[in-house]
């Protein structure tokens, strides 16, 4: 229920000085007259305890968390293609596989819904935090946790959600990228293996056009489009955000797509995909691993790494930061902003190299 200070109470408006507590009473009250109509309509007749049995749902199935997780997560398989990604429904059920465990953990098969108390989140975090995980890995399952309590809002089986004034752990944004060297190293080697070939295609594509790899899984031909001054550009909606991304093309991406071309016999304009694999992408991303290793990169190369490359790449160029916005598709110029910091730190760095190295000299 909810609860306030009498002095915060004006019993004339009904209403409290608090604004959220305000609004659920609003919504509360409103769930009252609806269900009060229709049990009028309904049954003709309706009373003070007919009305609470309803409201308190007296005689409907009880709901658990992990009955309530298993339905959010149909739904969002339902999505997969349309508007949820494959991935993004992966990390929805690990969420759901270590919900599982947490219950588990505290000797229960399941937990009844309107038993979650705003504790429990906290022992939830103190779980994961034990198992060393990553912030970002700790905030997505926190997130799934709140996400199943706003279902059951939904759904009515409880008024509010005892997690939505909680605050998450402060995640470190590192990306990861390589520098013209390493790329260098990438664009002379050598590949025999043909699915190892195309996943190191693939990788420098992105570094000189910052596709994501689910956008370059989905690129056709027919995206690549000439402008009116004869200049060849990549013109697609983003696979994540559905925000149109217009990339010019390097020259070294339309090399890459002249032999995908080559390969594959079809005609520019055609519908035929880029970049078409015979592989999962699990496959591809250990192939891409290979060429890493063979190439001597420390670093273990991943597709999105590529895209960040891209990004750094194209800010130290000197090209605005607008425009990168534009060209990687992003929704919002803040997640753009990531590569201006990266390069104002590697310029603060090169610098200290180069004191460090005139004070050895003068000494």
């Given at each position: 229920g909810e609860e306030c200070l009498p002095a915060e109470w004006n019993s004339r408006q009904g209403i409290t000085g608090e604004k959220k507590i305000n609004q659920r009473l609003a919504a509360f009250r409103e769930l009252v007259e609806k269900t009060y109509a229709e049990i009028l309509t309904k049954d003709?007749?309706?009373?003070?305890?007919?009305?609470?049995?309803r409201l308190q749902g007296v005689a409907a199935t009880p709901t658990t968390l992990l009955t309530i997780s298993e339905a959010e997560l149909q739904s969002v398989k339902a999505c997969v293609g349309k508007s949820r990604s494959e991935g993004t429904y992966?990390?929805?059920?690990?969420?759901?596989?270590?919900?599982?465990?947490?219950?588990?953990?505290?000797g229960q098969k399941d937990m009844p819904i309107d038993a979650v108390t705003e504790e429990m989140l906290e022992e939830f975090r103190f779980y994961f935090k034990k198992k060393r995980f990553a912030a970002k890995t700790v905030n997505r399952h926190l997130c799934w946790l709140s996400r199943l309590m706003y279902r059951a809002v939904s759904k009515r089986?409880?008024?509010?959600?005892?997690?939505?004034?909680?605050?998450?752990?402060?995640?470190?944004?590192?990306?990861?990228?390589?520098?013209k060297s390493d790329v260098a190293k990438l664009m002379a080697l050598k590949v025999n293996d043909k699915e190892a070939e195309q996943a190191r295609q693939m990788f420098l594509f992105s570094c000189f056009t910052g596709l994501a790899i689910a956008d370059m899984e989905r690129l056709k031909f027919s995206h690549i489009q000439t402008a009116a001054d004869g200049r060849?550009?990549?013109?697609?909606?983003?696979?994540?955000?559905k925000v149109e991304s217009v990339v010019p093309l390097h020259p070294i991406a339309e090399e890459i797509l002249n032999r995908?071309?080559?390969?594959?016999?079809?005609?520019?304009?055609?519908?035929?995909?880029v970049f078409p694999r015979g592989c999962?992408?699990?496959?591809?991303?250990?192939?891409?691993?290979?060429?890493g290793l063979a190439c001597?990169?420390?670093?273990?190369?991943?597709?999105?790494?590529?895209?960040?490359?891209?990004?750094?790449?194209?800010?130290?160029?000197?090209?605005?930061?607008?425009s990168i916005a534009k060209m990687m598709g992003h929704a919002s110029i803040s997640s753009t902003q990531i590569y201006a910091q990266v390069t104002d730190k590697k310029i603060s760095?090169?610098?200290?190299?180069?004191?460090?190295?005139?004070?050895?000299?003068?000494?």
């Open positions: 003709g007749v309706v009373s003070a305890e007919l009305l609470k049995n992966r990390n929805h059920t690990y969420s759901d596989k270590m919900l599982r465990e947490w219950i588990e953990s505290r089986i409880i008024r509010y959600n005892p997690f939505e004034d909680a605050t998450y752990e402060k995640e470190e944004r590192k990306i990861r990228f390589l520098q060849r550009y990549i013109r697609k909606e983003r696979q994540k955000t995908c071309r080559e390969n594959q016999a079809v005609k520019e304009e055609g519908d035929a995909l999962s992408r699990s496959v591809m991303n250990s192939k891409l691993s290979t060429v001597g990169i420390r670093q273990r190369l991943s597709f999105h790494m590529a895209r960040h490359t891209f990004g750094t790449l194209s800010l130290s160029a000197g090209i605005p930061i607008e760095e090169d610098m200290d190299k180069l004191i460090r190295k005139q004070q050895a000299a003068s000494e």
